[in-house]
């Protein structure tokens, strides 16, 4: 029996006259990734897409791949079979009689897209509905929430028979929603903020700041291996790492400590926004959480935000920690976050942290700094890292 | 760059006789327990060896087991004397500063429903032997102590306490872990029961220990098998670890007071440098420290930042102990010491190679690490 996977896009066929740049970048991303898995081909029609292996290559490995390509709503595990009622009967039969003979009820539910089938879907569903109650006749036939619904889908060249078909990553292709460079620091916030984005079809890059010999390599590593974690969802993630040593030492020595965070945070948006022009990206994306910490109330994203001057998107922003770690769990990134190495916001952490600053005051602390040299002497020093 | 290595109490270079010694005990490849003329010479080789180590630790051979090293041998000290006397009485005495093979081997037998008594150092590290006299109760059973603290230095009141528990409690049994004590300082068997060593601490390899049981006292063992080591200890002897444990014992051994003596000169000359820079000391009275080990704290940073720095300038030394990789360490938090000052503190551990010139480089280096605080 040939096995392949059914992939259906879910709000793709809502987009207009650009729909096909995204089916395009979608099936782009769907070869790549599936290249390094084995030999598979995709076929695709009608926003449906089709992943078949080569003779004797398994199914399994294109399904853990697929399951993480954004832009899939879900993918349907299915057997092919000839567009005829004895073969679809035969193939239901052999495909999910394991199913059939454990559940108490049944439907079939079928989609006729080819419109030359002599049946119409109806028909086809009590036809074969029949055919298979004879075979199992301690299943019954229940059109309403069946335990189990053997789909057909009779389409140009086969039909397919499948059970339910499985969650697949949702979200719109990447490389279709531009491209965010995300602020990567280790914790569980900004893998998941990455992760959110990446759904949304941008394409990731990621700036880590490291403070040897505040932070150790073991952090810096971690940030790699949190970026490589979403390689798996988004593809290559270019890491640019920026030595920010000097920067925290000159916040201590110079300014006052109940602004170390405020500055440290508006230099390392200077110094992102300055990467991301220089290596084109269109937005800084951080994992802010609203009053989270000290640096995360409005007052203090607005005094951070005042030295941006492209877009910063924060999708976690309005989100519970429960619901953040959710997410992280889902990308794949929390069991690395909670590793315990210190990143760079915890290195000189004031006692009492200004929640409600004003912009001139942050504004007089940093003009203790020689800020524009600074900005440029972490930019000269970047390392980028290309994961994935 | 020069590389110092001050991280001796964590484990030891490996010395060229026990090096050398290790190498030819793979040629000599029999099994000690086989009959034919290899086994026999294996059995030659490992009966040299016990004979060596006792002698430097001043036991009869026939009283001392190679173990798998330190936390084995404490194991089997402690969990055999609680079982052996657990019908004299439950309560078991230790200290507050002990290792962690220690602490946690009390623990799980707290778990079993012995009672445990740990007695608190000092300020300074030290564990005075009235507390530890005060803890003794007439149903203790077990007393646990180590010859050297391997986080401060501090040399513990083995004699006195042997004393105490005689009137006191004279069924309880004591143990000491002199696994930072073996080759750094005379040691007296004949004051204790048990006593846990290992060979990496030496100069030897690591895997490798020994326990001393006192003749006539039998333990229950923790690995059963083929009944080596005479049945307290089944399991193939490791030759290569055992006759460079001989090796490393018998060196050490022999040159015990020089040595301790120049270790001891390069701990004052750091103790007096780390003052003047105005950095605490984690330290006894200098009657009581033993001669390889210096704690200090500059009282700011934290010692990971610290071992950091250093380590890129080629000086290696840890923060507490290096089992702890990065914990608190519960021995400075016993002693009451401020948490800047824990956070920060550094251990620096001598062997006899050390140059004197490590510790002018490591106090040329610490008012440079320290200007990242």
Not at chain 2, 90 to 98: F, G, I, M, N, P
Not at chain 2, 286 to 295: K, T, Y
Request: proline share 5%.
């Amino acid at each position: 029996m040939r096995e392949i996977l059914l992939l259906k896009c879910g709000e793709l066929v809502l987009k207009g006259l650009n729909r096909y740049k995204f089916e395009e970048r979608l099936v782009k991303t769907l070869r790549y990734r599936l290249q390094k898995a084995g030999n598979y081909t995709v076929t695709g029609r009608q926003s449906v897409y089709c992943v078949e292996g080569a003779d004797g290559v398994p199914i399994e490995p294109a399904l853990d791949v697929c399951a993480r390509v954004f832009g899939i709503v879900n993918i349907c595990r299915a057997a092919v079979c000839e567009k005829t009622l004895d073969s679809i009967t035969e193939t239901a039969a052999a495909y999910l009689g394991a199913e059939l003979s454990r559940a108490k009820t049944f439907r079939v539910s079928t989609r006729r897209s080819d419109k030359h089938f002599p049946l119409t879907s109806p028909e086809i569903d009590r036809e074969v509905g029949g055919r298979l109650n004879d075979l199992y006749p301690d299943c019954r036939a229940q059109m309403h929430d069946p335990e189990l619904t053997v789909h057909v889908e009779v389409r140009d060249r086969w039909a397919f028979v499948h059970a339910a078909p499985l969650p697949g990553a949702g979200g719109v292709p990447t490389g279709t929603g531009g491209r965010g460079l995300l602020l990567l620091s280790g914790g569980i916030d900004s893998p998941a903020a990455g992760w959110m984005m990446g759904k949304r079809g941008m394409e990731l890059g990621a700036v880590h700041f490291f403070s040897y010999p505040y932070t150790s390599e073991d952090a810096k590593q971690k940030v790699l291996t949190l970026a490589q974690e979403l390689t798996a969802w988004c593809g290559r993630i270019p890491v640019y790492v920026v030595p920010f040593t000097h920067i925290q030492t000159e916040i201590r020595d110079k300014c006052f400590e109940d602004y170390f965070t405020l500055v440290m945070r508006r230099m390392m948006m200077r110094i992102s926004e300055a990467v991301a022009r220089q290596e084109g990206y269109d937005a800084l994306l951080t994992g802010e959480s609203l009053g989270q910490v000290a640096s995360q109330t409005v007052e203090a994203i607005g005094t951070t935000d005042a030295v941006c001057g492209i877009p910063v998107l924060r999708p976690v922003i309005g989100m519970d920690k429960e619901e953040i770690v959710r997410i992280a769990r889902r990308a794949g990134t929390f069991e690395t976050s909670i590793l315990p190495y210190e990143d760079c916001c915890t290195v000189f952490t004031p006692r009492h942290p200004q929640t409600k600053p004003r912009l001139f005051q942050v504004e007089r602390e940093e003009a203790k700094l020689a800020v524009q040299a600074l900005v440029d002497e972490a930019v000269a020093g970047v390392e980028r890292i290309v994961i994935g | 760059m020069t590389e110092y290595y001050l991280d001796n109490a964590a484990t030891t270079a490996v010395l060229p006789c026990a090096r050398q010694a290790a190498l030819a005990a793979m040629d000599r490849y029999g099994n000690p327990g086989s009959l034919h003329a290899l086994g026999r010479d294996a059995r030659a080789l490992l009966d040299e060896s016990r004979r060596s180590v006792a002698a430097a630790l001043g036991c009869a051979p026939e009283t001392l087991y190679f173990t798998s090293g330190g936390s084995e041998s404490i194991n089997t000290a402690l969990r055999g004397a609680a079982h052996k006397n657990k019908h004299l009485g439950r309560h078991l005495v230790s200290t507050a500063v002990e290792h962690d093979a220690t602490l946690n081997t009390l623990r799980a037998l707290a778990d079993e429903g012995f009672t445990v008594t740990l007695v608190p150092p000092e300020r300074d590290g030290s564990v005075a032997a009235e507390r530890i006299a005060a803890a003794l109760r007439p149903d203790t059973i077990l007393v646990s102590l180590m010859a050297v603290c391997n986080e401060t230095g501090a040399v513990l009141p083995l004699a006195e306490t042997r004393a105490a528990a005689a009137a006191a409690c004279p069924q309880a049994l004591l143990h000491v872990d002199a696994v930072q004590g073996f080759g750094k300082l005379p040691l007296d068997v004949s004051a204790c029961d048990l006593l846990s060593v290992s060979a990496h601490k030496l100069g030897a390899l690591k895997g490798s220990g020994a326990l001393y049981v006192r003749r006539g006292l039998v333990l229950r063992p923790l690995i059963a098998g083929g009944g080596q080591e005479g049945g307290l200890r089944s399991g193939t002897e490791a030759m290569p670890q055992i006759a460079a444990f001989a090796a490393a014992a018998r060196e050490r051994s022999a040159h015990l007071a020089e040595n301790a003596a120049r270790m001891a000169a390069l701990r004052e000359r750091l103790i007096a440098g780390v003052r003047a820079l105005g950095y605490a000391v984690n330290m006894p009275e200098e009657a009581l420290r033993a001669p390889h080990i210096v704690n200090f704290s500059p009282c700011r940073g934290r010692s990971e930042v610290w071992l950091r720095a250093l380590s890129d300038m080629g000086l290696y030394l840890s923060g507490g102990s290096a089992c702890a990789r990065g914990k608190r360490s519960h021995v400075l938090a016993a002693m009451g010491l401020p948490k800047n000052n824990i956070d920060a503190a550094l251990r620096v551990s001598f062997c006899p190679e050390t140059p004197a010139e490590a510790v002018d480089e490591l106090l040329a280096a610490l008012p440079q690490v320290g200007r990242l605080f």
